[in-house]
């Protein structure tokens, strides 16, 4: 089983990025799928959660309006499409899948906001 984050780097305030999340080993259809973030010194917190049918099922609200996950099953990849880029987004951004007992996490993938 591997859950793998791609995408993340240095970007400025106000950019943009997408990151993806690719699973492999397991039957990425049946899984819900999340993104989280966890920044220095705090704890990991949920960002965006997508059900194994595509419907967002949870955002938080610091990034409603600015970040969108999506999936496409059959390229077994979720990604998170980050616009409107604050200082407040630097974390280490990552994957998790999710079904019944299972609950799969990637190693995550740094995003710095800065100038």
């Known amino acids: 089983v591997q859950v793998v984050e791609s995408g993340g780097g240095l970007v400025q305030p106000g950019g943009s990025l997408r990151l993806s999340c690719v699973g492999s080993g397991f039957t990425f259809s049946w899984y819900d799928m999340s993104w989280y973030r966890q920044a220095p010194g705090t704890e990991r917190e949920l960002v965006a959660s997508i059900s194994s049918a595509g419907i967002i099922t949870n955002s938080a609200e610091s990034v409603k309006g600015r970040f969108t996950i999506s999936r496409d099953n059959g390229k077994r990849t979720v990604w998170l499409q980050m616009n409107s880029l604050m200082s407040e987004d630097t974390a280490v951004y990552y994957c998790?899948?999710?079904?019944?007992?299972?609950?799969?996490w990637g190693q995550g993938t740094q995003v710095t906001v800065s100038s």
């Open positions: 998790r899948a999710r079904f019944r007992y299972d609950d799969f």
